[in-house]
Nanobody, 127 residues
Framework: QVQLLESGGGSVQAGGSLRLSCAGS????????MAWFRQVPGKEREGVAT???????RYTDSVKGRFTISKDNAKNSVYLEMNSLKPEDTAMYYC?????????????????????WGQGTQVTVSA
């Protein structure tokens, strides 16, 4: 059974930084689209950033210039560096993998297209 394990969440003040990590287990992350999503209670899960097998990256507009997604295939891990954090970034952050990804196509943006999920890590940003 494939697994994704997130870590690195926590509580910070506005303007601070956090680095989230996601380790894949029992499958290689390199061929797939990997993503970070976030969710607050009562709202739909929102895509934050994606990185595909060729390292192409996309961000949602609200995090552009502040967040950086990266991956290390040798460590089978994906990361999300979050800087200049704002209270509105407060959410549970999830790592996800799209096993139906086809190289050359764009990573999907809908959570419905991702088949594997981690358990989530909480990020809380205080004003």
């Amino acid at each position: 059974q494939v697994q994704l394990l997130e870590s690195g969440g926590g509580s910070v003040q506005a303007g601070g930084s956090l680095r989230l990590s996601c380790a894949g287990s029992r499958f290689p992350i390199s061929p797939y689209c990997m993503a970070w999503f976030r969710q607050v209670p009562g709202k739909e899960r929102e895509g934050v950033a994606t990185i595909d097998s060729d390292g192409r990256i996309r961000y949602t507009d609200s995090v552009k210039g502040r967040f950086t997604i990266s991956k290390d295939n040798a460590k089978n891990s994906v990361y999300l560096e979050m800087n200049s954090l704002k209270p509105e970034d407060t959410a549970m952050y999830y790592c996800a993998a799209d096993f139906s990804f086809v190289r050359g196509l764009n990573c999907p943006t809908s959570s419905r297209d991702f088949g594997a999920w981690g358990q989530g890590t909480q990020v809380t940003v205080s004003a």
